[in-house]
């Protein structure tokens, strides 16, 4: 990231999204599987603050028994930093994870270990569809987020396409397969047919795999998940 500061914010992004499981090393590899230092992600963000960026959020996902004992030191790091510390609840994304419910730390028991130690308060989405639950630190010193796919779903408002590196459109993050939007972006249609194709596309959906998530079972076409690393969070 301290490589690619500079590049970026030349190339007019706005808004980066970090992820971060947790400030101890041994901990943060084991979440990434990729052996992954903490102290590349910090200098990262650092870099991305020294270069101009302001609307930065990171992303931890809270795994129970295997990171919540991060929760309260995550929040000390960024609190007053002018990040944005978002807290996710561990999500059965992909195939290979290994999830159940069982390592599932609700929101609600995330917030209330913050609020015991640092009071927080409940704020207004900045838009109808917004993912993330907002809150504020009550003394004024930044705001946290809460994901709650599992515990509280939200598909009924869901907005998010994702495309994958292939150049597949999903339309949901636990599709089981894609469009083809590569052929269709690389073909002499128009941007009106284009965007009209994608329009029939999505309102043809009827994804709402959170809120089924119960009734899918290991071996069941859920199995198949497109995994996230393919297409983003
Ligand atoms: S499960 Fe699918 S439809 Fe539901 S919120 Fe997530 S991405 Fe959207």
Same mark, same amino acid.
């Given at each position: /990231?301290?490589?690619?500061?500079?590049?970026?914010?030349?190339?007019?992004?706005?808004?980066?999204?970090?992820?971060?499981?947790?400030? =101890?090393?041994?901990?943060?590899?084991? /979440?990434?599987?990729? =052996?992954?230092?903490?102290?590349?992600?910090?200098?990262?963000?650092?870099?991305?603050?020294?270069?101009?960026?302001?609307?930065?959020?990171?992303? /931890?996902?809270?795994?129970?028994?295997?990171?919540?004992?991060?929760?309260?030191?995550?929040?000390?790091?960024?609190?007053?930093?002018?990040?944005?510390?978002?807290?996710?609840?561990?999500?059965?994304?992909?195939?290979?994870?290994?999830?159940?419910?069982?390592?599932?730390?609700?929101?609600?028991?995330?917030?209330?270990?913050?609020?015991?130690?640092?009071?927080?308060?409940?704020?207004?989405?900045?838009?109808?569809?917004?993912?993330?639950?907002?809150?504020?630190?009550?003394?004024?010193?930044?705001?946290?987020?809460?994901?709650?796919?599992?515990?509280?779903?939200?598909?009924?408002?869901?907005?998010?396409?994702?495309?994958?590196?292939?150049?597949?459109?999903?339309?949901?993050?636990?599709?089981?397969?894609?469009?083809?939007?590569?052929?269709?972006?690389?073909?002499?249609?128009?941007?009106?047919?284009?965007?009209?194709?994608? /329009?029939?596309?999505?309102?043809?959906?009827?994804?709402?795999?959170?809120?089924?998530?119960?009734?899918?079972?290991?071996?069941?076409?859920?199995?198949?998940?497109?995994?996230?690393?393919?297409?983003?969070?």
């Amino acid at each position: /990231m301290r490589k690619k500061a500079t590049a970026l914010k030349a190339a007019d992004l706005h808004r980066l999204t970090i992820s971060l499981d947790g400030l =101890n090393d041994e901990i943060f590899k084991k /979440m990434n599987d990729v =052996n992954f230092p903490v102290t590349d992600v910090l200098d990262g963000i650092a870099a991305a603050q020294e270069v101009g960026f302001t609307n930065i959020k990171v992303n /931890m996902v809270v795994k129970k028994g295997t990171n919540d004992q991060e929760i309260i030191g995550m929040a000390k790091h960024f609190k007053g930093s002018g990040v944005t510390l978002r807290f996710i609840e561990f999500m059965d994304v992909g195939s290979s994870n290994g999830w159940d419910m069982s390592q599932v730390l609700p929101s609600q028991e995330v917030a209330n270990r913050i609020n015991a130690i640092f009071p927080i308060e409940s704020i207004e989405a900045n838009y109808p569809g917004e993912v993330a639950q907002r809150w504020r630190y009550v003394d004024g010193s930044g705001e946290i987020g809460f994901i709650s796919s599992v515990t509280q779903t939200f598909c009924h408002e869901c907005t998010r396409a994702r495309i994958s590196t292939d150049g597949q459109m999903y339309l949901c993050l636990f599709a089981n397969e894609g469009f083809d939007f590569k052929t269709l972006l690389r073909s002499d249609r128009s941007d009106l047919e284009i965007a009209n194709a994608i /329009m029939f596309t999505w309102s043809g959906r009827n994804d709402h795999y959170s809120e089924i998530r119960g009734s899918n079972t290991a071996g069941s076409k859920s199995s198949c998940k497109i995994e996230m690393s393919y297409i983003g969070g």
